[in-house]
């Protein structure tokens, strides 16, 4: 089915550690979008890439790094893991044109820093 | 700095109930306003997108409404089932700045059969 995937679901790490998170779309979407989400705080924009080549910080984006590796791949990397990155880790992406469209977002990467 | 609240944070009501939830944000400089859903575990599936120009969005049992003057819109759910139990996240898209979309909290509902 089209959509957003996001790899792995599931990730426990100890601080320190580093890590890549992954995430492609099919649908042929030119901006990609990551976002965390934390109880009581909602969901905030980590890092966003409006096209293939550009990226730029969102809300939140000390300790982590991304790379749009190409027009489907999105990737976000914490170089060294801290407890305060546990969190809910979500990928979204969107066709940026004449119309309105909605966003569309993976399942999520539950991490876990201990 | 554009803000996003919902409330009530959480809602349980009886099956077959119609009911509203709530979005405020603080500046009416946007360009859409959507509403998302999510289940436990899952991601945010896209409900209703309004445009700044919109007045209401409609898709099957769901109503949603646009009063950017006021700052505020409103999903409402008829007939409400069991299988409407989720989480409802309303969320914003500023019209200047970052490509982003600016988030409330979210409404936890609860459809008791």
């Known amino acids: 089915n089209a959509g957003v995937t996001q790899t792995p679901k599931f990730q426990v790490l100890k601080t320190g550690q580093s890590m890549t998170l992954q995430c492609a779309q099919d649908?042929?979407?030119?901006?990609m979008y990551w976002y965390r989400q934390d109880p009581g705080m909602g969901l905030r924009l980590i890092y966003y890439?409006?096209?293939?080549?550009?990226?730029d910080k969102g809300e939140v984006p000390n300790g982590y790094n991304v790379s749009r590796l190409n027009k489907r791949e999105f990737s976000l990397r914490l170089e060294s893991a801290a407890p305060s990155q546990t969190s809910v880790y979500f990928c979204?992406?969107?066709?940026?044109?004449?119309?309105?469209?909605?966003?569309?977002f993976g399942d999520g990467t539950r991490l876990s820093i201990l | 700095k554009q803000e996003v609240t919902q409330i009530p944070a959480a809602l349980s009501v009886p099956e077959g109930e119609n009911l509203v939830l709530n979005c405020s944000f603080t500046?009416?400089?946007?360009?859409?306003l959507q509403w998302f859903r999510q289940d436990p575990g899952k991601g945010l599936t896209s409900l209703l997108l309004?445009?700044?120009?919109?007045r209401e969005q409609t898709s099957g049992r769901l109503n949603a409404s646009l009063d950017k003057s006021s700052g505020r819109s409103t999903l409402y759910i008829a007939a409400s089932q069991p299988g409407d139990s989720a989480t409802y996240l309303c969320?914003?898209?500023?019209?200047?700045?970052?490509?982003?979309?600016?988030f409330g909290q979210g409404t936890r509902l609860t459809i008791n059969p």
């Open positions: 979204a992406s969107i066709w940026e044109g004449w119309s309105n469209q909605p966003q569309h």
């Open positions: 649908m042929n979407h030119n901006s």
């Open positions: 890439s409006a096209s293939e080549g550009t990226t």
């Open positions: 500046d009416s400089a946007i360009y859409n």
């Open positions: 309004i445009q700044s120009s919109q």
């Open positions: 969320a914003v898209r500023p019209l200047q700045g970052a490509q982003k979309l600016v």
